[in-house]
């Protein structure tokens, strides 16, 4: 496959961002990172990576596209537009992949805004947590013009095995919300099953192997299963940023007028379980009351 670009950028060097863009650096291309705390950016810098003072002067050093993986919407917004950002220093024919997982709706005005720059966005959510960005096995959900998708594909190549063109400006992040029912209701699931065999006697992780192997696997319980047998709450993604993504949901929701009562449920234990200090510890947590 033709690799139409070399100089790579990345913002936002955190449980994802940090080993999305090493496996940039493996696959050969030459990258530039910037992060808010400049520290986080050491071990990309022993590993070969610039770093830039900002996210305009990124923009400036003649990056062919940059990628931003960072927490929020407002987030995004600051890094595109704000002092500094990338809008004010990007040269024409820039694409920006942003990894973020943020409202859908607000993915399309910044698309608009700057494609008056004739720079294009790409709505690039991910998906595997933080085992898929050390692995390179992430899934992909990609929104924007079939040109510059198409042409990204091998940077996308580099960071998973699943990858797909959902659609238009925002699609992307439209199927990363669905990701998220998905998951929260699964997890939901495995939690409660991991409670029912506790209070029968069975032992966890025997349940969690055999169950895996059936029709009611799913990855939460396969890679998270194991972990709260253990009582291990690590952060592969954070309570925190789980109930950022689902007030996303919840918006999106509201706007096609769609009720949607398992993830309310969900939505409960994970309000729970923040309440009682467990938002920087994993989605897992939410069994601390349970298992």
């Not at 537009?81 to 920006?96: K, Q, R, T, Y």
């Not at 960005?133 to 996308?156: D, N, R």
Request: charged share 20%.
């Amino acid at each position: 496959m033709t690799i139409p670009f070399k100089n790579i950028g990345y913002v936002g060097m955190g449980i994802m961002g940090a080993p999305m863009a090493m496996n940039l650096i493996k696959a050969g291309f030459k990258v530039t990172v910037w992060n808010r705390t400049k520290e986080k950016c050491d071990p990309l810098r022993q590993a070969g990576a610039e770093v830039a003072e900002s996210p305009a002067a990124l923009a400036a050093s003649g990056v062919d596209v940059i990628f931003i993986n960072v927490t929020d919407t407002p987030d995004v917004e600051h890094v595109l537009f704000g002092e500094d950002g990338i809008a004010s220093a990007a040269l024409p024919g820039l694409i920006v992949i942003d990894n973020s997982t943020i409202n859908p709706i607000q993915t399309r005005e910044f698309s608009e805004r700057l494609a008056m720059q004739e720079v294009c966005l790409l709505d690039a959510p991910v998906s595997g947590g933080d085992i898929g960005a050390k692995q390179g096995t992430l899934s992909i959900m990609i929104g924007g013009p079939t040109e510059q998708v198409e042409q990204c594909m091998p940077l996308f190549a580099a960071l998973g095995d699943k990858i797909n063109h959902m659609g238009e400006s925002g699609a992307g992040q439209l199927c990363k919300a669905c990701n998220q029912v998905a998951v929260s209701c699964s997890l939901m699931g495995t939690v409660e099953a991991m409670a029912l065999a506790q209070r029968g006697g069975l032992d966890l992780n025997k349940m969690v192997d055999v169950v895996s192997g059936g029709a009611g696997g799913s990855w939460q319980l396969k890679n998270l299963g194991p972990k709260i047998a253990d009582r291990d709450y690590a952060p592969g993604f954070m309570i925190d940023l789980i109930l950022k993504d689902l007030a996303i949901v919840q918006r999106a929701a509201a706007e096609y007028k769609l009720e949607l009562s398992g993830l309310e449920q969900a939505l409960q234990y994970f309000k729970q379980a923040a309440e009682q200090g467990h938002g920087k510890d994993g989605t897992q947590a939410i069994a601390s009351n349970l298992v």
